[in-house]
Every structure is written in C-alpha cells, then in structure tokens.
Nanobody, 113 residues
C-alpha cells in the first residue's frame, strides 16, 4: 500500500506562483514514476507533468515553460513548482504513483483576482 499526501494548494492571483508537494510513503514505490494530474470542474482529469528521475520530465503543453516537476528521494517527495499561473490553471491537483496506480486526495488550486 502506498500513501500519497499532497499539500501547497491555495488561492493565488493571476501571475502568481505556488509549489505543490506530494509526500509518499508505503511498502513499494518510486518517486521516479510519479506525476501530477489536475481536474477542473466539468472536465476530465489530465496529466500535467510526469517525473522521471534523471530523465527528461513530461509536461502537458499548457504547463511547458511555466511548471517544473522535481523530486527529492531522501524525502520521498515530488514537487510541482507552478509559475505565471492563469485562471485556467484552477483545478484540483492530484499526485499519482504509476507504480501500483495510487492517488493522493488532491489539493485545490484557485487562480483568481
């Protein structure tokens, strides 16, 4: 069993920044196969960024150049640094472990003036 806990969401003005954290714990997991998804009201959940350890991370097109995914093996934590936030980034953000397909509970990000 893998337990994922997200944090760092909140209300931010357009153009602002937030850093999301996903702390992982459990029997078998690897932060090198984890990613961030988001789901806006009335929309399907979509992959925003995928961490690959030392490899090239994946970013959804709208996240490229604004979001950065990173990981800290010692802390079993994956981060999503989000800069230049836009109202369309408003969503619940979820952390996912692709190994075993585990999900966190989600953290709300609201971008509004």
């Amino acid at each position: 069993q893998v337990h994922l806990v997200e944090s760092g969401g909140g209300l931010v003005q357009p153009g602002g920044s937030l850093r999301l954290s996903c702390a992982a714990s459990g029997s078998v997991f690897s932060i090198n196969v984890m990613g961030w998804y988001r789901q806006a009201p009335g929309k399907q959940r979509e992959l925003v960024a995928r961490y690959t350890g030392g490899g090239r991370p994946y970013y959804e097109d709208s996240a490229k150049g604004r979001f950065t995914i990173s990981g800290d093996v010692a802390k079993n934590t994956v981060y999503l640094q989000m800069n230049s936030l836009k109202p369309e980034d408003t969503a619940v953000y979820y952390c996912r472990s692709f190994l075993g397909d585990y999900w966190g509970q989600g953290t709300q990000v609201t971008v509004s003036s």
